[in-house]
Structures are given as C-alpha cells and as structure tokens.
C-alpha cells in the first residue's frame, strides 16, 4: 500500500505547476523575442493583404416553350420541367467545359500586372492597351515581359532570359512546347495595331482609347490555363430565393472588372448554348430538306421537262380538260398512299428499334411522319422520360439499385402498350391502305379506257403533280423549320448582369495577423515552459519530496555564499547556522531509545557525491560542539576524502590507517581548533575501501568512539554510488539523507525509498540542501564539486537530451 501510493505521488509529481511558473517568468526574454519577430512578420503580412472585390448578376431559368409549336409542327419533344433545367444549369456553369470557354473567349490566361512595393497589382483592364492572343500557335508561358508606352503610336517590349529557349503553350491544342528566344537581355519597340510576330510571341497590341498616357510600365505574361480554368469552377451560384428558378452567381477576387466580366460572358454563352441546342433539330431538319430539295428540283424539272416535251409532238386537243378529273383523283390516291406507307414504316423502324436498342431518349417523334394518334404519343412520352430518368440515376446510383428493376419493369410495360398500339394500328392502316389501292385500281381501270396516247400523257402529267406536291411539301416543311427556329428563344435570361457599382470592396483585418503573433508569442514561452517542467526530473521543493517519498524531511538548508564550508564556525548567527540548529533539535526525536543517554551517532549520507553531505556533516558537527557536547567528525567516506580541506589538515593518517592496523586510535584522532570538536579523517585512499569497513575492527573503532564522545557525525560515500554507506549504516542511531535543490533527480529517491521499506537503513530522515526561496535564505554556496564516477555520469548527461536541457536551464539559474 506504501509503496503504490509512493507511485502515485511520483506520477503526480512529474508536472509541477509552481515550478512551470517559475520557468515561465525566467523566459520573459523569449516571450519578448518572439513577439518582436511575431510582429514584424505580422506587419510583413499585412502588406500583402489585398483589396477583395465581389461581383454578382441574376439570370432566369425557364421553361420558353416556342408558341408555335403544335401537335401537328413539333419537331421533337420537350421534358424534364424547371427544376432540372436549373440543375443542369447550375452543373454546367461550374462545369470545367463552361469555364473552358469562358476562358477562350476572354483570353484569361494572358495576366497583366502592375509593379507595386511588395506585390504586383492584377491590372486587367486597367492597362492602356490590350494583348490580344494568336490560339493557333504557342506563346511564351510564364516569363513577364515588360512593356513602355513611348508615345501614342509606339511602345517597347523587353524581357530577360536566361537560355537560348524558355517554355511555350499552344492554348488552342492545350500542349506544352519549347521556343526559342534570344538570351540575355532583349528589347524591341512596335506599334499599336501592328501583328507582333516573333519565334516566342504572337500577338496584337492595342489602344484601349484614343489618348493614352506615355511613360507608364506594366508587366504581362501567359499563365497556367488550367490552374484559370479550374479557378473559375468555383463560381458561387445558388437560387434566389431557395426553389426558385433565378439563380444568383457571384465571385470574389481582387480584380473587380475580371469578375464581372466573366460572369457576364458566362451567362453569354450559356444563354447562347442553349438556344443552339434548342435550334439543333430545326438546323437539322432544314439541312435535311435543302439537300432534298435538291433532288427533287431536278426531278421536278425532268416531269416538266417530259411534260413539255409529250405536249410538243402531241396531237391531243383538249387532251387535259378530258382525263383532268382521272389524275387529280388518282394523284390525291397516291399521296394518301405514300404517307401511310411512312406511318407504317415508322411503326416498323420505332418496334425495331424497341427490340434492339436500350436507349430510348433518342426516338423519334410520331408527329414528325404526321401520326397524331394520342395513345401513342403519350406511350413514346413516357418512354421518353423513363430513359431519361434511368440515365440521370446511373451517375448517384449503383446498376444493382433496386430502382433500376422498377424503372425497367415501368419501360417494359410501357413498351408492351406501345407493341399493342402498333399492332392495332398496323391493322387499320392495312385495311385503309387495302380500300386505297382497290379504289387506284378503279381509276386506273378507267384510265386504261382512255387512247394509249392520252394514257401516256396522264402518267407524264400524274408525275409532274407528284413531283411539284412533293416540292412544295419541302418548301413548306423548310419555312416551318426556319420559323420555328426564328422564334426560339433560349431558356436562360439575365434578369441583371454584372456591373461595377462603386464601392472599394473588403479588405481582410490586419488586426487579426497581430493577435496571431500575440498568441505565438504567448504559445512558444509556455510551450518552452511547459516541455522544460515535463523533463525536469531534478527536486526543486519540499513538495517534490514530500510527494516522491514518505521518509520525514529533517530540515531545509540554505543557499550561503561563504568561501568555506564552516559557516556555523564562522558565523553562527546566519540563517545557515540557525538551519542547523533546528536540525540539532529535531534529531533529539529519533534517536533509538536505547541511545537516549548515551552516545549518539549520527550517520550523512545522499545519493551521489556533490549534493553537500560533507557540508552537512561539519556544520552539524560544529553545532553539537558549540553547545558543549563531545562531538567527533569522522571521514568514512575512503574512496574521495574531502572534510580535510576545510580545516587545514593534512589526511595522512586516518580511519583506512587505523582499520589496517598501522596506528591506534588515538594517534589518528586530530583537534580541529573547534572547542569540543575533534576530526577523525578517512586516511589514504586504500584499494579495497567496502573490504575494510565491513571488518570488525571498523565497529570496535565506532563503539570506543561512543565511549569516548557525545556525538559521532559520520561522513559517508553516497548512498546511490557504492555499498559502503549501508555498512556504516548498522552503526549509525539516525541517518540524514541529504537532497539539493535542482541537483539531485527524482528517481535517486527510489534507491533510498527501497532500502528504507526492507530496513536496511533505520531513523531515516531528509536534510534539503542549497534550497533557495527569495525572502527567506540568502544566496551563495557553490557547487560541490567534482563527484564519484564523474566522466560516468558526465555521459550520461550527454546521450540523455532530457537530462541535458534541464542541466543546462539549472545553470543558468
């Protein structure tokens, strides 16, 4: 249970917030620094912030039936309704096709461009001049060239390249190609009106008005067709109101005359678009009939011909007058007999196609052939329509729909309806065909009464009204078409075009490029901050201690910035001294109650060398003694001597002398100038340190030590390096672990934690060392110093970046 909520604190430790906003206020310098750049980036951005110009026109769909088509001169069929006609108009004005034909139209791809500060301004229509195109050849794609108005009549081209070819586009056949051009710097003057025709450029510039200022210089070049093309599929378009056949199209751009330009001609050539498609089958049917009048006026030319010819040589007077009533009967006959024999061909060619074809939006009309029986026009209708309807689900819609079985089940019936009306109709056109020939062959009969040569001039007469009815028949389905055509009207109409209506459009907040580098400047100091306290592994505050371990801290030690380490010596009305004092008191509280009168040792130890235990160790010392206790400092730490140093004493002769036997005790037992205080050093660096502290001679030296003295401070290695520490342990009534202030890691307190749950270590307490907390204790004490396994953990430091930046950040503390 300890040892899990040991593992909680550790994990609720690992982000410290007091620590964060330490961090935080120690980068106030980046924060500064990454605004400054944030701005100036920001007022960098701000001039590029162009003026966007918006431009809109409203057109109608509907539904412009021609009012002179009836039942009896319809060329075709009309369906489908409004609404999809405006769906097919919104779909083909951000159609790529559409947008490909704008562009053509006004020539897009050519850019002009006026030079600005930071920017080149698009100035279509803003030039003096115009750059017309030649499509059929290609141009030279992207390179600026810089164009001079001299004077009125003249202007001077200029350019650089850098090779003897640059890149070209023929934008008639959309291929790339490569030119020539002349390297280096090139300049060459025209004039206005004049074709301009070079291996890399042929156009033809002009005026834009009668007077133009001179002097001025702009830049044009031929762009990306494709990037325009699909640039201007974007166009916005939707009803207005919602349902409604009137759509509104808008775009937004920084040209405001290229909008609206563009939206105008759209419209221009979609109302165009249409109106050719609703003309198509009358420019059909009238290059059908003039190719057919064509034969038919030499046809009739020959029967008038013959005519002419038999009335010449004959002798027949009167011959006319007398069978007139014969031919005109028999004339009559035919022509009824010639269009139901089209009505049956047509039921014929329409049951075919039936059987054959699974396309049925491409039949033809019944009324076209004169058909004018309902049941069947209504069938075709809704065949018709079926197909229509299939085909439009076959974009949205898998082939295995279960619409598609009922759309075909709804075109099968209907063409069942139409086999029984053809079969209905093929009858009673038969029968009326049959009473028709019997009552040709009663006329003919009768004509066969006539003189041979009144029988011959019939025929050549016959053949002559056949042929003048059927041309004029022609002439009259030709006049049809054309005034059906004439009054077409499209189906697309502008209720209001584009047009420039003042207003210097909108311009996007340049505030907002600001507040974006406020955020930047705020994000990258915390996020700094942040990352710094999420790798920070190293113990700040006592918090961290208290979280990461359950073993009592004994006391907080102060920063000091005294040359020495005795500063209790030196000055014992510090605050440092006064620290250990209170150390003093509290060790009163944890000595083994078998030590409460007698002698008391007092064991410092800490994770690795540099975190102050020998600092530690001689102030606590020094404290004892200065209260009149027998206090003795010994040097256990045999592998890095240190407590030497500070009392001016040479370590010849110590512990490591006296657990080998070369001396007694008291030859190795020094005076330290301190009242009460005696030193025992460690001695000669011996080679088998841990050997030598486990021996029995170790423990008789401590136990005379305890008879001879009221206090034993012992200095030991660290805990965290080597096992000697543990050794020493067994001897010691309390054990005082210290920990420093951004020095010693996190994790060195599981080592400690480990050790003290099993009882390896008994009376465990923390001393917090080096803490600095402003109001509180003042500043100094430097670093330790060089500790065990200095060039181990100096690798660490470098192959662990975590390790270092929180180093590094410490330092600079």
Aim: glycine fraction near 6%; hydrophobic fraction near 35%; aromatic fraction near 10%.
């Amino acid at each position: 249970m300890e040892e899990e909520e040991r593992e909680i604190n550790s994990l609720t430790g690992i982000f410290d917030i007091q620590q964060f906003l330490l961090k935080l206020i120690k980068l106030w310098w980046l924060f500064l620094l990454c605004i400054g750049i944030a701005s100036g980036y920001a007022y960098y951005k701000n001039q590029f912030i162009q003026t966007v110009h918006s431009a809109s026109s409203l057109i109608s769909i509907k539904d412009n039936s021609n009012p002179l088509f009836t039942s009896n001169t319809s060329l075709t069929f009309n369906w489908g309704g409004t609404t999809d006609k405006v769906t097919t108009a919104i779909v083909q004005f951000k159609s790529r096709t559409h947008a490909e034909q704008v562009v053509d139209e006004l020539q897009y791809y050519i850019n002009y461009f006026k030079e600005g500060d930071y920017y080149n301004v698009d100035a279509y229509k803003q030039t003096p001049f115009f750059v017309y195109a030649d499509s059929s050849v290609a141009q030279l794609y992207r390179d600026n060239i810089r164009i001079k108005v001299l004077d009125q009549q003249t202007f001077e081209l200029s350019a650089t390249f850098s090779s003897a070819t640059a890149g070209g586009y023929h934008y008639g056949e959309k291929r790339n190609e490569t030119l020539e051009v002349p390297e280096g710097d090139w300049k060459q003057q025209f004039k206005f009106g004049d074709s301009i025709e070079l291996p890399f450029l042929k156009v033809l510039i002009e005026k834009r008005a009668a007077t133009i200022a001179t002097g001025g210089e702009w830049l044009f070049n031929f762009g990306d067709y494709w990037g325009t093309v699909n640039s201007y599929k974007n166009i916005t378009i939707r009803p207005a109101p919602d349902g409604s056949s009137i759509l509104l199209l808008s775009l937004t751009g920084s040209n405001k005359q290229r909008l609206i330009d563009y939206i105008n001609t759209s419209s221009v050539i979609l109302e165009q678009g249409e109106l050719e498609r609703k003309n198509k089958f009358a420019v059909s049917t009238i290059e059908y009939i003039d190719s057919s009048l064509v034969l038919q006026e030499k046809a009739l030319r020959k029967s008038e011909q013959d005519l002419e010819d038999f009335k010449d040589t004959s002798q027949l007077i009167d011959v006319l007058s007398q069978g007139a009533d014969f031919n005109q009967r028999l004339s009559e006959f035919e022509i009824e007999k010639r269009g139901i024999q089209n009505k049956l061909n047509y039921y014929d060619n329409l049951k075919s196609y039936l059987k054959n074809k699974t396309d049925y939006s491409v039949v033809q009309a019944p009324s076209v052939v004169g058909i004018e029986e309902g049941s069947i026009s209504a069938a075709v209708l809704r065949l018709i329509t079926l197909s229509e309807e299939r085909k439009k689900r076959e974009f949205a819609m898998r082939s295995d729909a279960p619409v598609f079985r009922e759309i075909d089940r709804d075109i099968n019936a209907v063409k069942e309806v139409i086999y029984e009306n053809i079969k209905s109709s093929n009858y009673l056109l038969n029968m009326e065909l049959a009473a028709l020939q019997a009552q040709i062959g009663t006329v003919e009969a009768q004509i066969k009464k006539l003189p041979k040569e009144q029988q011959e001039f019939l025929k050549i007469q016959r053949q002559f009204d056949m042929d003048n009815n059927i041309y004029t028949v022609f002439m009259s389905r030709r006049a049809e078409a054309e005034l059906v055509k004439a009054a077409n009207v499209s189906d697309v109409y502008v209720i209001d075009e584009a047009k420039d209506t003042g207003g210097g459009g909108t311009r996007k907040d340049s505030n907002i490029n600001y507040l974006i580098a406020l955020l930047i400047g705020l994000a990258i100091p915390i996020s700094a901050a942040f990352l710094l306290t999420l790798i920070d592994n190293f113990i700040h505050t006592t918090k961290d201690i208290e979280k990461l371990s359950r073993i009592p801290l004994i006391g907080v030690i102060g920063i000091t910035n005294h040359a020495t380490n005795l500063i209790v010596k030196d000055k014992p009305q510090s605050t440092i001294a006064e620290s250990f004092r209170g150390i003093r008191s509290s060790l009163h509280f944890i000595y083994n109650q078998d030590s409460l009168y007698g002698s008391r040792t007092i064991m410092v130890t800490s994770s690795v060398s540099g975190e102050g235990k020998t600092f530690t160790s001689i102030n606590l010392a020094t404290v004892f003694a200065l209260s009149g206790k027998r206090t003795i400092l010994v040097g256990m730490d045999l592998r890095k001597p240190k407590i030497f140093d500070d009392f001016n004493i040479e370590n010849d002769l110590g512990v490591s002398n006296y657990l080998v036997n070369d001396c007694s005790l008291n030859q190795v037992i020094r005076p330290t100038g301190i009242e009460n205080l005696d030193m025992l050093l460690s001695g000669p660096v011996p080679p088998n340190p841990s050997e030598l502290i486990m021996t029995r001679r170790c423990g008789e030296m401590i136990d005379q030590l305890k008879k001879d003295y009221d206090y034993i401070i012992l200095d030991t290695p660290p805990l965290g390096l080597v096992a000697d520490a543990l050794e020493i342990a067994k001897h010691a009534d309390a054990t005082l672990y210290v920990v420093r202030q951004g020095y010693t890691k996190k994790a060195m307190l599981d080592v400690v934690n480990e050790k003290h749950q099993r009882g390896e270590i008994k009376n465990l307490s923390f001393v917090f060392n080096y803490f600095k907390d402003r109001g509180q204790y003042g500043y100094g004490y430097g670093a330790y110093g060089n500790g065990y396994h200095e060039d181990e953990k100096r690798k660490s430091k470098l192959s662990n970046i975590t390790d270092f930046l929180s180093s590094l950040f410490n330092k600079n503390k």
